[in-house]
Structure formats: structure tokens, C-alpha cells
């Protein structure tokens, strides 16, 4: 398998990784992982177990025990299955939290790999590029103007009832950007070998068509 197999997305929340890393996949007949919904996972049993994200030994505790599966699509948590559950803000934030929390992205970091290694892979997350992959030959970073990324994330959350203004939804986001970009363990940030791609005012298979055209191939 060469390291042009494995396609990494990078980018903050609502650049537009999950849609266009689902139809990439599609596209390529590769599969397809979030890690973020790994982050979320996590995020789950921390706030259903009550535990507090900065209590490191709790966290400890919690990841001994915590099973994390991922099965056409679906995200499995202790044989439950959470994929709507933890598609909130609130889940959003608590995962912000506890993915700035080394000892989270140590345990996450193994099975992001051993997904990933398998080779013909999209891989979108906020250091797949950075940490998790740094060997891929294929890296892209997403980007798009707050206003846009907020219009985006205000349309997911409210699909869930959210009764949160489009304006409050930027003003989180600007919130994760600065936790996401600023964290000690493994901040988002473009690395000088990806390739930049603001999707602002790009439809979603124009970002699709761009990729598929930029990318190396053996």
C-alpha cells in the first residue's frame, strides 16, 4: 500500500470535510472515516458517566472500559448506538474539551491508524494530515469564512430542533477555532504540504472535482 491511499482532510467545523469526505469515498470506492465521531464517542460517555473532561484520572478510567466500534456508518459505543446522540452541540463542545486532552488522542490515535492502514481511506479530522498521517502524499486543508461555516453547523444543529441563533453557532465556532488551533496537544493547523481549499463559495462537487484532480496517484 503506498501513502497515496490513505486521503487526509483537515480543516474546522463546518468547511465542509464530512460531506465532501462521504462523497470523495464514494467517488473513489474507498471508505470513509470521521474521526471526529470518534471525538464525540468519547465526549458521550464522559458526559453520560458525569465525569469532568479535566479530571485525567477519571478520563483514565473511563477509556480503560469505553469500546468504540464503527460499523457501516453507525458509531458504536458499548454495543450502543449513538450516531444521532452525538450529532449535538452540546456534544460538540464536551468534544472540543476532551480532544484537547492528551490522553484522549493517545487512545483515539491507535485506532485512527489501524483504520487508516488499511489503506484506500478518506481520513477527515483536525490532525489527520499533522499527526495521525503525516506520511500521506494526499493532504488537503478546508477552510471557509466564519459566516459560512456558521450558516452550515446552524442548518446541521437545527435538523436536531436546536433553538440556537445563527449568530450564537458563530460565535461557538469561533470559541472551537481558537481551543482547536490553540491546544497543546496536537492544535489544527495546514501543514505546508496541503493543499488549500476554500470552500466558501464552491459547491460541494466542485471541492469533490478539484480534489480528484490534485491528487497523486501511483
Known amino acids: 500500500m503506498g501513502m497515496k491511499d490513505i486521503i487526509t482532510i483537515d480543516g474546522p467545523s463546518g468547511a465542509g470535510k464530512s460531506t465532501v469526505s462521504k462523497l470523495l469515498a464514494q467517488r473513489l470506492g474507498y471508505s470513509y472515516l470521521d474521526t471526529g465521531a470518534l471525538y464525540r464517542a468519547v465526549a458521550w460517555k464522559v458526559k453520560k458517566e458525569g465525569i469532568d473532561p479535566d479530571n485525567e484520572e477519571k478520563l483514565k478510567e473511563a477509556l480503560s472500559i469505553i469500546k468504540i466500534t464503527l460499523e457501516s456508518g453507525k458509531v458504536i459505543v458499548n454495543g450502543v448506538d449513538v450516531s444521532s446522540d452525538i450529532r449535538t452541540g452540546e456534544i460538540g463542545e464536551m468534544s472540543s474539551k476532551v480532544s484537547a486532552k492528551p490522553v484522549v488522542r493517545e487512545y483515539l490515535y491507535a485506532i485512527q491508524r489501524e483504520i487508516g492502514l488499511k489503506g484506500r481511506v478518506v481520513v477527515e479530522g483536525r490532525d489527520i494530515g499533522t499527526v495521525i498521517f503525516p506520511e500521506s502524499e494526499n493532504k488537503f486543508f478546508f477552510d471557509a469564512s466564519p459566516e459560512e461555516r456558521g450558516k452550515r453547523r ?11 441563533s445563527i449568530k450564537d453557532t458563530i460565535e461557538d465556532l469561533k470559541k472551537r477555532d481558537t481551543r482547536d488551533s490553540t491546544r497543546d496537544s496536537a492544535p489544527l493547523k495546514r501543514a505546508n504540504d496541503m493543499i488549500y481549499i476554500d470552500t466558501t463559495n464552491i459547491g460541494i462537487d466542485g471541492v469533490v472535482e478539484k480534489i480528484i484532480s490534485e491528487l497523486k496517484r501511483d
Open 154 to 164: 446552524h442548518k446541521e444543529l437545527s435538523v436536531k430542533n436546536s433553538d440556537t
